[in-house]
C-alpha cells in the first residue's frame, strides 16, 4: 500500500548542488516522520536527516549539517534534499524513509517501516 518513490540523483560536480524528491502515496503523509539515509559499497546504511511528523523539526548528521537541508510539501505527500556544495564522500545511494508518528530514535534504521528504492548520487572530482 504504502510506496516511496526518489528522484533526482544523478552525477555532479564537486562542490555542485542537487535537489532530490521522495513522492509518498499510500499513507496519511502529515502523520509520517520522514528522513533521508545513504548507503556506499561497502559501507553500512547511514543517517543524514528526518523530519520530524508534527512540527518539522529536523535533525542532520554532522557530515550534512549546513550543506543540506531537509523539507517537506504535506499538500504534495513529498520530501526533499537540498544538497549543496557536494563532497565526494557524499557519493551513495540515496534512501527515503518513513514512520508514523516517530519522535525519537530518528538516526536507527531499523526504526523506519517504509523504504523508497534508493537513487543513486555521485560526485567527481
Known amino acids: 500500500q504504502v510506496q516511496l518513490v526518489e528522484s533526482g540523483g544523478g552525477l555532479v560536480q564537486a562542490g555542485g548542488s542537487l535537489r532530490l524528491s521522495c513522492a509518498a502515496s499510500?499513507?496519511?503523509?502529515?502523520?509520517?516522520?520522514m528522513a533521508w539515509f545513504r548507503q556506499a559499497p561497502g559501507k553500512e546504511r547511514e543517517f543524514v536527516v528526518a523530519?520530524?511528523?508534527?512540527?518539522?523539526?529536523?535533525k542532520y548528521a554532522d557530515s550534512v549539517k549546513g550543506r543540506f537541508t531537509i523539507s517537506r510539501d504535506n499538500g504534495k505527500n513529498t520530501v526533499y534534499l537540498q544538497m549543496n556544495n557536494l563532497k565526494s564522500e557524499d557519493t551513495a545511494v540515496y534512501y527515503c524513509?518513513?514512520?508514523?508518528?516517530?519522535?525519537?530514535?530518528?538516526?536507527?534504521?531499523?526504526?523506519?517501516?517504509?523504504w523508497g528504492q534508493g537513487t543513486q548520487v555521485t560526485v567527481s572530482s
Open positions: 523530519i520530524r511528523w508534527n512540527d518539522d523539526s529536523t
Open positions: 524513509a518513513a514512520d508514523k508518528f516517530l519522535n525519537n530514535n530518528y538516526e536507527r534504521a531499523r526504526v523506519y517501516n517504509y
Open positions: 499510500g499513507l496519511t503523509f502529515s502523520m509520517y516522520t
